[in-house]
T-cell receptor, first 114, second 110 residues
Framework: GAGVSQSPRYKVAKRGQDVALRCDPISGHVSLFWYQQALGQGPEFLTYFQNEAQLDKSGLPSDRFFAERPEGSVSTLKIQRTQQEDSAVYLCASSLQGQNYEQYFGPGTRLTVT | DQQVKQNSPSLSVQEGRISILNCDYT??????FLWYKKYPAEGPTFLIS?????DKNEDGRFTVFLNKSAKHLSLHIVPSQPGDSAVYFCAADQGGKLIFGQGTELSVKP
């Protein structure tokens, strides 16, 4: 079956621009997660949805970051007024259930802010 | 402060031998752990997991060992194959969110 897909795969934005990153989870997966991965580091948690409810957004680095999952399937991570420190790979993962269960990752979106 | 640590950034192993990747954690409340493999330009791929009620879980060539008293887990790959060359991440589940280590780059030489 189809895995988690993300688009675009690569995004170059000028500093100050807004960007929107899309995630299509595995069909039927209730939980959806966003992570940020800097070069040479492990992924770091940003936010977590169970269906359309955003249960945890403690990892979002600033109020410029916003995520939504309005119908409980596709999710969008939006970054407003991008800054150079936002450059990273943004990973989306989905899971059948929220806790103590394997998460399946998409290929990521590499964001470069110039 | 890193709650999950992989202290070896890299490991090189001969094909056919055992690869042992190590991971330490600080939070004794963690009760579920996972290992992921990552190739360049791809997302992490789930390999194997273990619940804290167990001390070992095996799946084919991959075995994960958990030592709760030492707050240490390890991933054993036997026998190692060149296709296993990748970055390996351990992660702890904290209420659904995964806390990752920094990764260990494994190189398996023919």
């Amino acid at each position: 079956g189809a895995g988690v897909s993300q688009s675009p795969r690569y995004k170059v934005a000028k500093r100050g621009q807004d960007v929107a990153l899309r995630c299509d989870p595995i069909s039927g997966h209730v939980s959806l997660f966003w992570y940020q991965q800097a070069l040479g580091q492990g992924p770091e948690f940003l936010t977590y949805f169970q269906n359309e409810a955003q249960l945890d957004k403690s990892g979002l680095p600033s109020d410029r970051f916003f995520a939504e999952r309005p119908e409980g399937s596709v999710s969008t991570l939006k970054i407003q007024r991008t800054q150079q420190e936002d450059s990273a790979v943004y990973l989306c993962a989905s899971s059948l259930q929220g806790q103590n269960y394997e998460q399946y990752f998409g290929p990521g979106t590499r964001l470069t802010v110039t | 402060d890193q709650q999950v640590k992989q202290n070896s950034p890299s490991l090189s192993v001969q094909e056919g031998r055992i690869s042992i990747l190590n991971c330490d954690y600080t939070n004794s409340m963690f009760d579920y752990f996972l290992w992921y493999k990552k190739y360049p330009a791809e997302g992490p791929t789930f390999l194997i997991s273990i619940s804290s009620i167990k001390d070992k879980n095996e799946d084919g060539r991959f075995t994960v060992f958990l030592n709760k008293s030492a707050k240490h887990l390890s991933l054993h790959i036997v026998p190692s194959q060149p296709g296993d060359s990748a970055v390996y991440f351990c992660a702890a589940d904290q209420g659904g969110k995964l806390i990752f280590g920094q990764g260990t780059e494994l190189s398996v030489k023919p």
